[in-house]
């Protein structure tokens, strides 16, 4: 099939979850014999050079260059409009042209969206198969961000979410099959009942890269691994040295936490002044700080989706201590596989009793790792994709057959 493809962040090189999504995607579409053109945008030459990495793994990429204020500009103009800003925040010009030429010049067999912040670009061609892969649904984590905003920003984050949840309802009718990362975001996608086809499929990991290596590891350290200009990551690292992080200094004084990821805004790299905290910022490679602590914490209470730095700790054969709310994006069971808890009491205690038990340590991190191998490996997610694709090509074979006839 000749396949066009739509995202929202150019999804080369993957190290970051828009990302990495997207791309595995991609690469197995080109590699079971599909021709996959790629649509995204950049925002900044620096990232565009990068990303012409992506040549090897599909037929062609198109990209369309935004810069910051233009952008900013466009979700603002949006504010008094029935459009969520999203939209404006991911629209470009230059982009919507290029992927109007490649419908008018060639045939395609399917368009698939990744974020539907993107699907604006292709929401109305009715003549080739459409499947929006929502991933996460967006309206939801706008609304959960009303919560932790004080005014006015949480009445801006509410607004949103409602104009979010409305886009979302109206392009769901648009498109042949909607998807989502995990069964908790499908509900919500189903509930709202549009009468579209649904399904989803899960992230997966590359088990492969993310490995155990010789288990050897600082039962003193525990680690948190992500971006630190995302909020969700930034509320959660605060509220954890503000809560839990005194709790377990108090039983254990030799304990430290690496905080290890990008661009920390100033509150976070204030953390690092904390006793045994340390903030690294960038690092080339996070897996050498994950396998060398007894565990990473993820208690987000702020979790759409799947948090990829649980898959990828877990399939590192790291015990993980998260939330309730990120516990759900993760094919695994409490206990069993990782650890849940929510108040500062029962984090701390989950984190104690990983770093004061090897055996602990070792049943988690074996389990853990089995999981990943056996329910978050992208092969396996790539067969429910494909199932997904030749469902909806299926479903959309009478109306193409219909619109023929009408035709003649």
């Given at each position: 099939?000749?396949?066009?493809?739509?995202?929202?962040?150019?999804?080369?090189?993957?190290?970051?979850?828009?990302?990495?999504?997207?791309?595995?995607?991609?690469?197995?579409?080109?590699?079971?014999?599909?021709?996959?053109?790629?649509?995204?945008?950049?925002?900044?030459?620096?990232?565009?050079?990068?990303?012409?990495?992506?040549?090897?793994?599909?037929?062609?990429?198109?990209?369309?260059?935004?810069?910051?204020?233009?952008?900013?500009?466009?979700?603002?103009?949006?504010?008094?409009?029935?459009?969520?800003?999203?939209?404006?925040?991911?629209?470009?010009?230059?982009?919507?042209?290029?992927?109007?030429?490649?419908?008018?010049?060639?045939?395609?067999?399917?368009?698939?969206?990744?974020?539907?912040?993107?699907?604006?670009?292709?929401?109305?061609?009715?003549?080739v198969p459409k499947i929006l892969?929502?991933?996460?649904?967006?309206?939801?984590?706008?609304?959960?961000?009303?919560?932790?905003?004080?005014?006015?920003?949480?009445?801006?984050?509410?607004?949103?979410?409602?104009?979010?949840?409305?886009?979302?309802?109206?392009?769901?009718?648009?498109?042949?099959?909607?998807?989502?990362?995990?069964?908790?975001?499908?509900?919500?996608?189903?509930?709202?009942?549009?009468?579209?086809?649904?399904?989803?499929?899960?992230?997966?990991?590359?088990?492969?890269?993310?490995?155990?290596?010789?288990?050897?590891?600082?039962?003193d350290t525990i680690s948190f691994?992500?971006?630190?200009?995302?909020?969700?990551?930034?509320?959660?690292?605060?509220?954890?040295?503000?809560?839990?992080?005194?709790?377990?200094?108090?039983?254990?004084?030799?304990?430290?936490?690496?905080?290890?990821?990008?661009?920390?805004?100033?509150?976070?790299?204030?953390?690092?002044?904390?006793?045994?905290?340390?903030?690294?910022?960038?690092?080339?490679?996070?897996?050498?700080?994950?396998?060398?602590?007894?565990?990473?914490?993820?208690?987000?209470?702020?979790?759409?989706?799947?948090?990829?730095?649980?898959?990828?700790?877990?399939?590192?054969?790291?015990?993980?201590?998260?939330?309730?709310?990120?516990?759900?994006?993760?094919?695994?069971?409490?206990?069993?596989?990782?650890?849940?808890?929510?108040?500062?009491?029962?984090?701390?205690?989950?984190?104690?009793?990983?770093?004061?038990?090897?055996?602990?340590?070792?049943?988690?991190?074996?389990?853990?790792?089995?999981?990943?191998?056996?329910?978050?490996?992208?092969?396996?997610?790539?067969?429910?994709?494909?199932?997904?694709?030749?469902?909806?090509c299926l479903a959309f074979a009478?109306?193409?057959?219909?619109?023929?006839?009408?035709?003649?």
């Open positions: 099939m000749n396949i066009l493809y739509v995202c929202h962040r150019f999804p080369y090189p993957p190290k970051r979850g828009g990302k990495i999504r997207p791309f595995n995607m991609i690469r197995h579409l080109q590699a079971v014999g599909h021709q996959v053109t790629v649509c995204s945008l950049v925002r900044s030459e620096a990232e565009a050079e990068e990303g012409r990495g992506i040549a090897p793994h599909c037929t062609a990429f198109e990209m369309g260059r935004v810069n910051e204020p233009v952008q900013w500009a466009r979700m603002i103009a949006r504010l008094p409009l029935l459009t969520p800003s999203s939209m404006g925040y991911f629209y470009s010009r230059e982009l919507a042209a290029k992927v109007r030429r490649l419908l008018a010049t060639q045939r395609w067999d399917l368009i698939f969206v990744h974020c539907s912040s993107v699907a604006q670009y292709v929401e109305h061609v009715t003549e892969d929502f991933g996460d649904m967006d309206s939801q984590k706008w609304l959960e961000y009303a919560n932790y905003k004080p005014l006015p920003l949480s009445l801006g984050y509410t607004l949103e979410g409602r104009k979010m949840q409305r886009a979302e309802k109206r392009l769901a009718k648009r498109f042949d099959l909607c998807t989502a990362t995990t069964r908790a975001e499908w509900q919500t996608l189903d509930g709202y009942a549009t009468g579209a086809a649904t399904d989803w499929f899960p992230n997966g990991v590359d088990a492969d890269f993310f490995c155990p290596t010789d288990g050897a590891y600082d039962a691994i992500g971006r630190m200009d995302y909020y969700p990551n930034q509320e959660c690292m605060a509220r954890f040295c503000r809560e839990v992080w005194p709790l377990l200094k108090a039983k254990r004084p030799t304990m430290k936490l690496l905080i290890v990821g990008a661009d920390p805004s100033p509150a976070m790299r204030a953390l690092g002044e904390l006793p045994g905290v340390t903030v690294t910022g960038s690092v080339p490679d996070v897996r050498p700080f994950i396998r060398g602590s007894a565990l990473m914490v993820a208690p987000l209470a702020i979790a759409r989706g799947t948090q990829n730095k649980i898959l990828e700790a877990m399939a590192m054969g790291v015990p993980v201590v998260t939330s309730s709310a990120a516990a759900g994006g993760v094919d695994a069971e409490a206990e069993q596989h990782f650890l849940v808890a929510d108040s500062a009491a029962d984090i701390a205690r989950a984190v104690l009793r990983i770093v004061e038990s090897p055996a602990e340590r070792a049943r988690l991190a074996t389990a853990g790792r089995a999981r990943m191998l056996s329910h978050h490996a992208w092969p396996h997610s790539m067969q429910r994709l494909d199932a997904i694709i030749e469902n909806a009478p109306r193409r057959a219909n619109s023929l006839e009408s035709a003649a």
